[in-house]
């Protein structure tokens, strides 16, 4: 996302590449406390989420739609 | 105008003490004045009273002149004042092209002083040398001329690359600068200019990345990572942009956004899932069905949610990444009918009809014949997201007995 505010000239549609994705800048002597880093949002993945559960609602539908399959066959 | 107001004595004073600080800074080496005198895009009613001074005064230079301790900097203060005015004015490609001059000359006088006592200064130049271009440019495209005052700025922090890159004080600056000339090309879409920076920095003996500072070593690695994010390198995307993530400034919430936008992508690639609390403290609800696909094995939703937003991703460049999910959605969907079946008779289950994933597929509103099922499990097992071997003739894939879905953890899909 642009980090400058939008003038009345980015309406006019021109030849300009962007990136969306601009990094804010930090200020010249910013700094943060190292135990504040990064604990709470470096925590939030999960690995173990490929399980052998099929009792999710999908699941129960994938089955249905395979065994009405079976009958038919 | 706002200056009608101020008296020829009035901006004869300010332009008067301007020149002051000037030199005092200089003369006493005090970086934190000194490059509040060169911050243009802050607005800082500093510099646009000074602005007004000099519009209404017309004749600067003769200011300048009357001392030496102003006109040894002549030919850094002359262009300087000429620029802040025409940037008050809205006149950006003047007060871009005033403000290069000011940067050409005050880069030959920063290489003689010893210490890095104007570093700041020098931060606040290359900033602003890059924000004065792509406003420069934006004038340029609309009256129709071809930009390029931000290809030039690239040239410019070039060369204060190389005067940073030596064994003194001052090359700690030198990340800050790279960064610089990251956003540049980044915008320029000449990331490919990227190459020959990141070699400097990473294996020119002059530099040891731990010496620099946290905000420059977090922006860094943003950088790169989304680099190899382009290049499809995702360990080596994971290592960076978790690095990024770790270390910035939690308060920094648009950038840890912005951070995570990006380590997704990677993360999924990757066998790990975000929980859903991330995407929604971090507004990137974009990925919630992107998610969800996965963990049911739901082609159908991956696609709709591919199409739903595929403008976003393209413009971050993480749509290839994410359309080559398919084949982690397939393993799922596989995996889900083994499981179907062996709960209904385990010893049959390891035989897999393709015609019953056709029909899995149908029902998902996917239309593929047979012959198209078998090549797709031909990939899944050729990249080792399947474990078996296929017999064509009765069109059932045969899994082995032990593990046939190996997990991912953490590792990329074999290419």
Known sequence: MATEPKAATEDVKIDLFEDDDEFEEFEINEEWDDKEEGQDVTQQWEDDWDDDDVSDDFSLQLRRELESNIDKN | ?415
């Open chain 2, 1 to 415: 105008m706002a200056y009608m107001n101020m008296s020829m004595g009035e901006a004869h004073r300010r332009i008067t003490d301007y020149l002051n600080r000037f030199s005092d800074a200089v003369s006493s080496q005090d970086g934190a004045s000194f490059k509040s005198l060169f911050a243009l895009s802050s607005n800082s009613p500093f510099l646009l009273s000074l602005a007004d001074a000099v519009a209404l005064f017309h004749d600067a230079n003769r200011l300048i002149n009357q001392s030496d301790s102003y006109s040894q900097f002549s030919d850094i203060l002359l262009p300087l004042l000429r620029s802040v005015q025409n940037y008050k004015q809205g006149d950006f490609v003047e007060a871009y092209l005033a403000f290069e001059k000011t940067a050409n000359a005050f880069i030959q006088e920063f290489r003689n002083w010893e210490s890095a006592w104007a570093l700041e200064a020098l931060y606040v130049i290359v900033h602003d040398i890059r924000v004065l271009a792509e406003k420069a440019d934006k004038e340029l495209a609309s009256t129709g001329k071809s930009p390029e005052k931000l290809k030039g700025a690239g040239s410019f922090l070039m060369k204060v690359f190389g005067a940073l890159a030596g064994k003194g004080s001052k090359r700690v600056g030198a990340l800050y600068v790279t960064c610089q000339l990251f956003k540049i090309y980044f915008k320029l879409g000449t990331v490919h200019l990227c190459r020959s920076v990141i070699r400097s920095i990473e294996t020119a003996r002059i530099f040891d990345f731990e010496e620099f500072p946290k905000r420059d070593k977090v922006t860094y690695m943003y950088y790169t990572g989304r680099l190899e994010v382009f290049n499809e390198n995702f360990p080596s995307a994971d290592y960076k942009l978790s690095y990024a993530l770790k270390h910035c400034n939690p308060q920094r919430e648009a950038n840890i956004r912005l951070i995570l936008k990006h380590l997704i992508p990677v993360k999924l690639s990757i066998g790990i899932l975000p929980n859903h609390r991330l995407l929604e403290k971090y507004s990137l609800l974009e990925y919630s069905n992107i998610v969800l696909a996965l963990r049911r094995g739901d082609l159908r939703l991956l696609r709709c949610a591919l199409q739903d937003y595929e403008d976003r991703f393209l413009r971050s460049g993480v749509y290839l990444v994410l359309e080559k999910l398919e084949l982690q959605v397939y393993q799922r969907l596989v995996k889900k009918i083994y499981i179907i079946q062996k709960q209904k008779d385990p010893s049959k289950a390891h035989q897999v009809k393709l015609e019953v994933i056709v029909k899995a597929l149908k029902w998902l509103e996917i239309d593929m014949d047979v012959d198209e099922v078998e090549c797709i499990m031909a990939i899944l097992i050729y990249k080792n997201l399947m474990k078996g071997y296929f017999a064509h003739k009765s069109k059932v894939v045969v899994l082995s007995k032990t593990d046939p879905f190996p997990k991912l953890i953490g590792k990329p899909v074999n290419s």
